[in-house]
């Protein structure tokens, strides 16, 4: 019985590895066709937030306001970031799951220069985006070199230069022409980055258990 109780559980896992495998190879190709400028990015949660890491992102023409994230259990409020465009210092994203059998795996996707806290001048691989947009509940980091930035505009007056960014009517909205940020760290349910985007030493891991930003610098 015991024997055979085992054997099952091992099948169970032998089944799996091959299933996780499969979507490690599609994500693969997935992000190789965007590391050649094929395809926008798009990392989107509805329910598990993940971390994303940069040592630096600029932005220009910069929105956010307080609004829902829809979740399978309802909306939950979040903050929504958008810049007219963005550049971004080294990229690092680690999402973990609960997987039946494998138990904690976590995937960590790392492009640019590392996320080591070295700040370069980009030579090595800044990411550049015609818009980044994030969704966030925790964002931190180091605010420099912010010009005209507004707090408390009204959501629905927002805009990223000219492009349409508006938030609940009367809402808490905040504006600004430039906004920089060092050493960002935010928990995110979903990320969107515009346009012909290229994703330099890309380079994605699956690894066993839950993991933290040490992680991204292998």
């Known amino acids: 019985m015991v024997a055979a109780d085992v054997a099952g559980r091992s099948g ?28 926008a990015v798009n990392f989107t949660a509805s329910d598990n937030a993940y971390r994303i890491y940069t040592d630096r992102v600029v932005g220009q023409q910069a929105a956010g306001y307080l609004g829902a994230q829809a979740r399978s259990a309802g909306d939950a409020p979040a903050m929504q970031f958008g810049f007219q465009q963005a550049d971004l210092y080294g990229l690092c994203a680690i999402a973990t799951d609960e997987l039946p059998v494998l138990g904690a795996v976590s995937f960590v996707l790392t492009a640019g220069e590392p996320v080591d806290g070295a700040v370069s001048d980009g030579a090595d691989g800044a990411i550049n985006t015609t818009a980044l947009r994030l969704a966030t509940d925790s964002l931190s980091g180091t605010g420099e070199n912010i010009a005209r930035l507004t707090l408390g505009q009204s959501a629905d007056t927002l805009d990223m230069g000219g492009t349409p960014f508006a938030g609940p009517v009367g809402g808490f909205g ?3 022409d430039v ?27 699956v690894v066993p258990g839950a993991v933290d930003k040490g992680t991204c610098v292998p």
């Not at 050493?183 to 515009?194: E, H, M, P």
Request: aromatic content about 4%.
């Open 179 to 205: 906004m920089q940020i060092g050493g960002l760290d935010a928990s995110s349910y979903g990320i969107d980055l515009q346009g012909d985007v290229t994703l330099p030493n890309l380079s994605i891991r």
């Open 174 to 176: 905040l504006q600004a």
């Open 12 to 39: 169970t896992r032998l089944r799996a590895v091959p299933v996780a495998a499969a979507g490690v190879v599609a994500l693969g190709t997935m992000f190789q066709m965007v590391s050649a400028d094929v395809l």
